[in-house]
């Protein structure tokens, strides 16, 4: 069976040994790099599934490595998840926008980090069922797709269409901030006429039944999941 391979990139020691002890206890082939361009040159030999980057680093920012590789066709399908201190929502709309798949803030737990690690590689193209799931865990909530349903806390619940649509599209891709105008074509379609408030009604009643922190709101930008 073929090992997970991830890349951390960060300029703390004891944060990559860290990182690096506990993937390893779950079997996957990890490798450490200590700055942005040892990062670069790490990820064009080692060729990872997933890379892991801290965004303050000296000489290259992890933002800016994550650019370069994003220009490289070799690592299309190349999973880049952010894994820093910085929690603006500006830096996190860049470091997105410039081709990251994920952004996880410090501190971070280590069960809530394999769990992202996990999602995350789902989405690879390699290690992703043809079909998809019938469930999955984000912490504390469980999906399960073929029933509509969500189990929070041990408690079982059938959701109504629309807000398990909603809540499906944020769960693809945790970490993704989603324009309240993509929600809208994505959920209720072109030929359907709802307004914005069509969408923050949903995401409070989801917030009601899932947990507020689970979706987080970018004022003027939109939602995303996070756990």
């Not at 910085?86 to 410039?98: H, V, Y």
């Amino acid at each position: 069976m073929l090992r997970p391979k991830i890349l951390i990139v960060d300029d703390e020691e004891d944060i990559l040994e860290l990182l690096k002890y506990n993937l390893e206890q779950e079997d996957y082939d990890v490798e450490i790099a200590i700055n942005g361009m040892e990062g670069i040159r790490k990820a064009k030999s080692f060729m990872p599934h997933l890379i892991i980057l801290d965004i303050m680093m000296p000489g290259m920012d992890g933002i800016e490595v994550c650019q370069t590789l994003r220009k490289n066709e070799d690592f299309d399908n190349t999973l880049i998840s952010f894994l820093t201190a910085r929690s603006e929502s500006f830096t996190q709309i860049s470091a997105l926008d410039g081709g990251g798949d994920d952004y996880i803030t410090k501190p971070v737990k280590p069960n809530v980090l394999k769990s992202r690690i996990k999602a995350l590689l789902r989405r690879h193209r390699i290690f992703a069922n043809s079909n998809q799931e019938n469930t999955q865990v984000f912490g504390d909530l469980k999906i399960l797709y073929d029933e509509f349903t969500i189990e929070i806390d041990g408690k079982s619940l059938v959701l109504p269409r629309k807000e398990f649509e909603l809540l499906k599209l944020l769960v693809s891709k945790p970490g993704k901030v989603f324009k309240r105008t993509s929600i809208l074509n994505k959920v209720w379609g072109d030929s359907v006429i709802v307004g914005d408030r069509t969408i923050d009604v949903h995401i409070r009643k989801l917030r009601e039944k899932i947990g507020a922190e689970f979706i987080q709101t970018l004022k003027g930008v939109g939602y995303k999941f996070d756990f």
